[in-house]
């Protein structure tokens, strides 16, 4: 019966809620760096969506779309480094500050889209956590900048022509993001 427990209790994922899974004040200086960008790239997204557009060939892509996908990933690294009561402090005070920097249409749309797809990364992040933190942060990256989107085009422009060029312009800067984490991840590794 003992080893079946045992056995049974490996399989059981971890879950990282509410605490952060490495300690020291090397973790603590990057949640906190991260929280900063984290921040940095909600603001500037919502500043960026109110005054520039970028054509690509078919595609119209807000600006903010290439800023507003790095959140995701400073979203994770927060989440990895401080703990998810953190990511929702971070998550909060990114909707007020945008209010602050984007016209009250791209104000609303975007507090809307990003209480929803922060959520849904923040959960889909945990849930894919035990599978490695680059699994978690692409695949919860992807959920959320797909739920943003659908949400905020919508919202702020009242039609769905700029999906694609939202989506593309997310998806791009979530596969930079990524790139950058997962380098940083080999850079720990090889001094490890």
């Not at 009242?158 to 060029?165: I, R």
């Not at 312009?169 to 790139?179: E, H, R, Y």
Request: hydrophobic share 50%; with cysteine; charged share 15%.
């Amino acid at each position: 019966m003992t080893a079946l427990s045992n056995s049974s209790m490996a399989r059981r994922p971890v879950s990282y809620v509410g605490r952060s899974r490495r300690r020291g004040p090397a973790a603590l200086a990057a949640g906190w760096s991260s929280a900063g960008c984290y921040l940095a790239a909600v603001v500037g997204a919502n500043w960026a969506s109110s005054h520039y557009t970028l054509a690509v060939g078919a595609l119209v892509i807000p600006v903010g779309a290439c800023v507003a996908g790095a959140a995701f990933t400073a979203r994770d690294v927060v989440h990895e480094a401080l703990g998810e009561r953190s990511v929702v402090t971070a998550i909060a005070v990114g909707t007020v500050l945008t209010a602050a920097v984007a016209t009250p249409r791209i104000a609303l749309a975007s507090a809307t889209a990003f209480l929803l797809s922060e959520l849904a990364d923040s959960w889909l992040y945990r849930r894919w956590r035990p599978r490695g933190q680059l699994s978690a942060i692409a695949g919860s990256n992807l959920g959320g900048l797909v739920i943003d989107s659908v949400v905020f085009v919508p919202c702020a422009f009242g039609s769905l022509a700029l999906l694609p060029g939202q989506l593309a312009g997310k998806a791009l800067a979530t596969a930079v993001a990524v790139s950058v984490a997962a380098g940083m991840s080999r850079r720990r590794e090889v001094r490890s």
